[in-house]
């Protein structure tokens, strides 16, 4: 309880590392106040001293100005400076001595006025006499004068303010005028009488010389605040430091004190609950023993793996009821008997060898080991078992225990497994042979398809020539009945016949070729490929209007390394296709008779060949798209199409040359995708 209150009531806050925060902010708080209110009261201070200083000027104004109206104004010499007050209303404003010279009356606010005059060309102090309802324009008040002058009438007497929008810096101070009786004289007419606020007068002075000492004196005391912040807050850190030191010492002395006499009075209850325990383990050790004995024979006994112990010279000295059923030897049959009776002639040698080993060496050939030899019944007969040897030691004896299990039943479904397992491989090879068989019916399947459109292809190639050859000959039979035959003649004619025929011959030749399979695999140009198999299919592209555009620089060597007859034949599928869908979009009418199109597009991407052949016959159903490659799957009408042509393209290309081909809709029709990796030396 103690502890418990010393850490929780006080000592949690000395525990803390950061304890010295709080009265350092308190501390900071408390500058910072003093020294807010310090500066305030300087400024406040500068402020009431110009205030002083204002209201000086104004009362020696003011008293000179009440001298003058209690002698009703005073003559003066009229000069160039002092020239006759056009705003004051008196008869005997003006005078002329006997000596001819003019005299002018002052009043007070002229003798203000030029006082202000005067002290303003000493760029000292500026004096203003204002009024809201002045005689004089000149007098009219400014802004701050206009401000100033209606708070009179509210009732303040005077105001002082500092001006910093003022170059240089200004104070200006103004009081309040009222009306006294010899002020009556020049205001009564303007209808005022004596204690009205008739206006006031505005004293203003440079603030430089004011605000610099000012400025010193915060500097100074800030100077002193930051000090004494200082080496107070030293000190409050210090004095906390030392006192969470003390603090943590004594919580410390008092904790291991507690925490010893805990612990003692621990040790005694462990001690006693021991001595408490031991009594009942050994009443119960002793219960359980007995208990433990009876149930390890029930175990033993029940078990279905004969249990076997013998000690270090193997003689038996357990034996379990499945013994009896494995072996045919009863309980009291073995008991005491040596173990080699239980193993056929070949296994005792090595038995007899193994224990001395581990007598002499420790060393444990097959004890922790599960193993498989052969025992030995009681009419003679050696089956297959299987054995666990374990060894465990018992004051100074050593005693060995086998499990032994009767494998025969196992070993039988062995042999049967094999035998089966031989059967499986030999239907596994037929099923692979069958499925070679099937692959390669699908290949000729695809081949006699492809050869269709070859055919068609090369009745296109083979036309043209074919009329070429017919108007040969028949311009040699016109060449004969019009007696223009000579030898000059026949020479050309055959010349340009060879010219078709050999041109016939490559074709048969690239048809050959096209379908000739490919054994070993070779480096060949895309490029080259697309080519070849165009030369082959564009006359029939041409016939049937449909317009072929190649995108790829026919300078690029994009190789791989692959089967080249195979590949040309993937090209001639995905062709063939796109000319069929054209078609089949025109027989629709979504195409015009001249408006197929296919576009062919090599590229390298990364690593990879791309070939991207599209077409706009229009576009797969979304729920067909990902079938189209199955085989004997197609969209053509029953007698147009076998289904194999795009099942036989994607194995060229994914197991053949390791590469992908994908299918995707367009707006108007489809693009097939084929990637291959680029041959690199």
Request: glycine share 6%; charged share 25%; net charge negative.
């Amino acid at each position: 309880m103690k502890q418990y209150i010393s850490k929780y009531m006080l000592g949690d806050y000395f525990f803390s590392k950061r304890f010295w925060i709080f009265p350092i902010i308190l501390w900071t708080i408390l500058v910072s106040g003093s020294l807010y209110w310090n500066v305030y009261l300087q400024k406040h201070h500068s402020l009431e001293e110009a205030r002083i200083q204002g209201k000086q000027m104004f009362s020696l104004i003011q008293s000179m100005r009440l001298w003058n109206a209690k002698h009703s104004g005073v003559y003066v010499e009229v000069t160039k400076d002092t020239q006759p007050n056009p705003y004051l209303d008196s008869l005997d404003r003006d005078i002329l001595t006997n000596k001819g010279q003019w005299y002018t009356m002052i009043n007070p606010a002229y003798m203000t006025r030029q006082l202000s005059e005067i002290t303003d060309i000493q760029k000292k102090v500026t004096i203003h006499i204002t009024s809201l309802k002045p005689i004089r324009p000149a007098n009219i008040a400014d802004e701050w004068e206009t401000i100033a002058l209606k708070e009179f009438e509210k009732g303040q007497t005077e105001k002082i303010s500092l001006l910093h929008d003022e170059t240089p810096k200004v104070f200006r101070y103004m009081s309040v005028l009222k009306v006294e009786e010899p002020c009556l004289k020049c205001h009564a007419k303007q209808g005022y009488k004596v204690g009205d606020i008739r206006g006031g007068i505005s004293v203003t002075f440079v603030a430089d010389q004011m605000l610099i000492l000012h400025k010193e004196q915060t500097y100074n005391m800030l100077i002193m605040h930051i000090f004494i912040y200082l080496i107070v807050s030293f000190l409050i850190i210090f004095i906390f430091h030392q006192t969470r030191k003390k603090w943590l010492l004594l919580v410390t002395i008092q904790g291991d004190q507690e925490q010893k006499i805990e612990n003692r009075t621990q040790e005694l209850r462990d001690i006693n609950d021991v001595l408490s325990n031991e009594l009942i383990a050994h009443k119960r050790t002793s219960d359980s023993l007995i208990k433990s004995e009876a149930r390890l024979i029930a175990i033993t006994d029940s078990a279905s793996d004969a249990i076997i112990t013998a000690d270090i010279e193997s003689n038996i000295i357990s034996w379990n009821n499945a013994a009896v059923k494995m072996f045919g030897y009863t309980a009291q049959e073995m008991i005491g008997k040596c173990l080699v009776i239980l193993m056929p002639e070949s296994y005792r040698d090595g038995h007899i060898k193994g224990i001395d080993n581990f007598i002499n060496t420790g060393v444990k050939n097959i004890i922790g080991r599960t193993i498989e030899i052969s025992g030995l019944r009681k009419d003679g007969v050696e089956f297959p078992i299987e054995i666990s040897l374990s060894v465990s030691k018992t004051d100074d004896q050593v005693f060995f225990t086998g499990i032994v299990r009767d494998i025969t039943q196992r070993k039988q479904l062995e042999t049967q497994l094999i035998d089966l397992n031989y059967t499986l491989e030999q239907r596994v090879s037929e099923e692979i042979e069958n499925g070679r068989r099937k692959e390669q019916m699908l290949v000729q399947q695809s081949k006699m398809a492809s050869m269709g459109e070859m055919l068609g292809a090369i009745a296109h190639q083979w036309r043209q020539p074919l009329n070429a050859l017919g108007l040969i000959i028949q311009d040699i039979k016109e060449a004969y009945q019009s007696e223009e035959l000579n030898q000059e003649y026949i020479d050309q004619s055959i010349k340009d016949s060879m010219v078709q025929i050999l041109y016939m011959s490559h074709t048969i030749d690239d048809f050959r070729n096209f379908f000739r399979t490919s054994k070993q695999k070779e480096v060949f140009n895309v490029i080259r490929s697309i080519e070849f198999t165009l030369s082959i299919f564009s006359a029939q592209m041409k016939e049937h209007s449909i317009k072929i555009d190649t995108v790829f620089n026919e300078d690029d060597d994009i190789l791989v390394d692959g089967f080249f007859n195979e590949f040309n034949q993937v090209i001639l599928n995905i062709m063939s296709n796109a000319k069929d869908a054209i078609l089949e979009a025109r027989e629709n009418g979504i195409l015009g008779t001249d408006g197929g199109q296919i576009i062919v597009r090599v590229l390298k991407e990364d690593d990879r060949a791309v070939l991207k052949i599209g077409n706009n016959g229009g576009r797969i159903p979304d729920n067909l798209i990902d079938t189209i490659f199955e085989p004997y799957f197609t969209t053509k009408e029953e007698g147009k199409g076998t289904g194999i042509g795009l099942y036989m393209s994607k194995t060229i290309i994914e197991q053949n040359m390791n590469g992908r081909i994908y299918v995707e809709n367009i707006d108007y029709g489809v693009i097939f995708t084929i990637y291959l990796e680029l041959y690199h030396d």
